[in-house]
Protein backbone atom coordinates (compact mmCIF):
# COMPACT_ATOMS: atom_id res chain seq x y z
CA UNK A 1 0.00 0.00 0.00
CA UNK A 2 1.51 3.46 -1.09
CA UNK A 3 1.58 6.20 1.56
CA UNK A 4 -0.78 8.92 1.04
CA UNK A 5 -0.77 9.39 5.00
CA UNK A 6 1.50 11.63 5.68
CA UNK A 7 4.23 13.55 4.07
CA UNK A 8 8.19 14.34 5.49
CA UNK A 9 7.11 17.91 5.78
CA UNK A 10 3.96 16.90 8.22
CA UNK A 11 6.50 15.73 10.46
CA UNK A 12 8.83 18.92 10.23
CA UNK A 13 7.83 20.15 13.78
CA UNK A 14 9.12 16.79 15.55
CA UNK A 15 12.42 15.60 16.89
CA UNK A 16 15.00 13.76 14.28
CA UNK A 17 12.89 15.05 12.10
CA UNK A 18 13.68 15.91 8.27
CA UNK A 19 12.72 12.10 7.78
CA UNK A 20 13.25 10.90 4.36
CA UNK A 21 10.40 10.16 2.56
CA UNK A 22 11.29 6.48 2.80
CA UNK A 23 11.44 6.03 6.47
CA UNK A 24 8.22 7.55 6.25
CA UNK A 25 6.73 5.26 4.29
CA UNK A 26 8.04 2.48 6.47
CA UNK A 27 6.84 3.95 9.38
CA UNK A 28 3.64 4.54 7.68
CA UNK A 29 3.80 1.20 6.36
CA UNK A 30 4.06 -0.11 10.04
CA UNK A 31 1.16 2.06 11.67
CA UNK A 32 -0.94 0.91 9.09
CA UNK A 33 -0.02 -2.76 9.78
CA UNK A 34 -0.56 -2.62 13.50
CA UNK A 35 -3.86 -1.31 13.43
CA UNK A 36 -5.36 -2.92 10.79
CA UNK A 37 -6.65 -0.75 8.00
CA UNK A 38 -5.55 2.44 5.69
CA UNK A 39 -6.92 5.31 9.04
CA UNK A 40 -6.86 7.58 6.16
CA UNK A 41 -7.78 9.07 3.55
CA UNK A 42 -11.18 8.43 2.93
CA UNK A 43 -11.38 5.77 0.09
CA UNK A 44 -13.63 3.91 -1.38
CA UNK A 45 -13.23 0.32 -1.27
CA UNK A 46 -14.86 -3.53 -1.91
CA UNK A 47 -14.26 -5.52 1.39
CA UNK A 48 -14.97 -8.71 2.21
CA UNK A 49 -16.33 -10.46 5.10
CA UNK A 50 -17.48 -13.71 6.79
CA UNK A 51 -20.68 -13.98 8.66
CA UNK A 52 -21.48 -16.44 11.11
CA UNK A 53 -25.34 -15.01 11.00
CA UNK A 54 -26.89 -12.42 13.12
CA UNK A 55 -28.23 -9.11 12.98
CA UNK A 56 -24.62 -7.65 12.06
CA UNK A 57 -21.82 -7.20 10.39
CA UNK A 58 -18.21 -5.83 11.71
CA UNK A 59 -16.45 -4.24 8.83
CA UNK A 60 -12.48 -3.66 8.58
CA UNK A 61 -12.43 -0.09 9.48
CA UNK A 62 -13.28 2.32 12.15
CA UNK A 63 -14.87 5.29 10.31
CA UNK A 64 -17.39 3.61 8.01
CA UNK A 65 -18.73 7.35 6.01
CA UNK A 66 -21.02 4.82 3.78
CA UNK A 67 -22.48 1.90 2.47
CA UNK A 68 -23.02 1.99 -1.36
CA UNK A 69 -24.20 -2.23 -1.82
CA UNK A 70 -24.17 -5.06 -0.11
CA UNK A 71 -23.83 -8.82 -1.87
CA UNK A 72 -23.89 -12.18 -0.61
CA UNK A 73 -21.36 -13.78 -2.45
CA UNK A 74 -21.21 -17.75 -0.36
CA UNK A 75 -22.14 -19.53 -3.68
CA UNK A 76 -19.46 -20.07 -6.27
CA UNK A 77 -22.25 -21.67 -8.67
CA UNK A 78 -24.12 -18.45 -9.18
CA UNK A 79 -23.98 -14.52 -9.29
CA UNK A 80 -23.84 -12.95 -6.42
CA UNK A 81 -27.13 -12.24 -4.53
CA UNK A 82 -27.41 -7.92 -4.22
CA UNK A 83 -29.32 -7.51 -0.66
CA UNK A 84 -31.49 -4.58 0.80
CA UNK A 85 -32.73 -3.95 4.18
CA UNK A 86 -28.89 -2.93 5.64
CA UNK A 87 -27.74 -0.08 7.35
CA UNK A 88 -24.62 1.61 8.79
CA UNK A 89 -24.48 1.83 12.69
CA UNK A 90 -21.21 2.61 13.65
CA UNK A 91 -20.99 4.19 16.61
CA UNK A 92 -18.14 5.25 19.27
CA UNK A 93 -19.09 2.60 21.63
CA UNK A 94 -18.43 -0.15 19.29
CA UNK A 95 -15.12 1.52 17.20
CA UNK A 96 -16.11 -0.56 14.99
CA UNK A 97 -17.71 -0.72 11.25
CA UNK A 98 -21.32 -1.99 11.47
CA UNK A 99 -23.72 -2.57 9.05
CA UNK A 100 -26.96 -4.05 10.29
CA UNK A 101 -29.64 -5.73 8.28
CA UNK A 102 -32.52 -5.58 11.00
CA UNK A 103 -35.23 -6.84 8.91
CA UNK A 104 -33.82 -9.97 7.47
CA UNK A 105 -30.22 -10.73 9.44
CA UNK A 106 -27.26 -12.01 7.73
CA UNK A 107 -27.09 -15.42 6.59
CA UNK A 108 -23.96 -17.71 7.30
CA UNK A 109 -21.65 -17.00 3.94
CA UNK A 110 -19.29 -14.53 2.74
CA UNK A 111 -20.38 -11.12 1.74
CA UNK A 112 -19.27 -7.98 -0.40
CA UNK A 113 -19.62 -4.72 0.63
CA UNK A 114 -19.07 -1.24 -1.20
CA UNK A 115 -18.04 1.46 1.30
CA UNK A 116 -16.34 4.55 1.93
CA UNK A 117 -14.35 4.31 4.94
CA UNK A 118 -11.47 6.48 6.69
CA UNK A 119 -10.69 9.88 7.89
CA UNK A 120 -9.94 12.56 5.33
CA UNK A 121 -6.57 13.19 6.84
CA UNK A 122 -4.55 12.31 8.89
CA UNK A 123 -5.59 12.21 12.38
CA UNK A 124 -2.89 14.69 14.14
CA UNK A 125 -2.54 12.76 17.55
CA UNK A 126 -1.00 10.18 15.21
CA UNK A 127 1.62 12.85 13.99
CA UNK A 128 3.91 12.34 17.05
CA UNK A 129 3.77 7.98 16.86
CA UNK A 130 4.35 8.72 12.71
CA UNK A 131 7.71 10.74 13.64
CA UNK A 132 8.33 8.78 16.80
CA UNK A 133 8.08 5.62 14.33
CA UNK A 134 10.52 7.45 12.15
CA UNK A 135 13.25 7.91 14.93
CA UNK A 136 13.13 4.09 15.53
CA UNK A 137 13.73 3.62 11.72
CA UNK A 138 16.55 5.57 12.05
CA UNK A 139 18.56 5.12 14.92
CA UNK A 140 19.14 2.18 16.85
CA UNK A 141 16.02 1.39 18.61
CA UNK A 142 17.69 -0.17 21.53
CA UNK A 143 18.74 1.40 24.52
CA UNK A 144 21.24 0.34 27.02
CA UNK A 145 20.16 -1.02 30.27
CA UNK A 146 23.28 -2.11 31.81
CA UNK A 147 27.00 -1.05 31.37
CA UNK A 148 30.42 -2.41 33.06
CA UNK A 149 33.79 -0.59 32.69
CA UNK A 150 35.63 -3.75 33.53
CA UNK A 151 36.34 -5.85 30.57
CA UNK A 152 33.50 -3.94 28.57
CA UNK A 153 29.59 -5.19 29.30
CA UNK A 154 27.05 -3.52 27.70
CA UNK A 155 23.32 -4.90 27.97
CA UNK A 156 20.92 -3.90 25.61
CA UNK A 157 17.08 -3.62 26.51
CA UNK A 158 15.09 -4.39 23.22
CA UNK A 159 12.09 -2.46 21.99
CA UNK A 160 8.72 -3.24 23.98
CA UNK A 161 6.71 -4.14 21.01
CA UNK A 162 3.83 -2.27 22.74
CA UNK A 163 1.52 -0.28 20.68
CA UNK A 164 1.78 3.12 20.91
CA UNK A 165 -1.56 4.18 22.72
CA UNK A 166 -2.40 6.86 20.02
CA UNK A 167 -2.09 4.00 17.43
CA UNK A 168 -4.28 1.65 19.59
CA UNK A 169 -6.75 4.36 19.60
CA UNK A 170 -6.81 3.59 15.58
CA UNK A 171 -6.47 -0.01 15.79
CA UNK A 172 -9.13 -2.55 14.80
CA UNK A 173 -10.44 -4.54 18.16
CA UNK A 174 -9.06 -7.99 18.44
CA UNK A 175 -11.14 -10.81 16.33
CA UNK A 176 -9.28 -13.39 19.05
Known amino acids: MSNDLVVPEDLAGFPGAPFADAVVDAAVAELRKAAGWHIAPSKQETVAVESGGGWTLILPTLHLTEVRAARDVTSLDSDPVVLTGWRNTQTLRFRAGIVSRPLYGWACGEFELDITH ?43 GDLDPAVARYALPSRA
Open 118 to 160: GYDSCPPDLLPAIAAACRALTADSRTVQSQNSGPFSVTYREPS
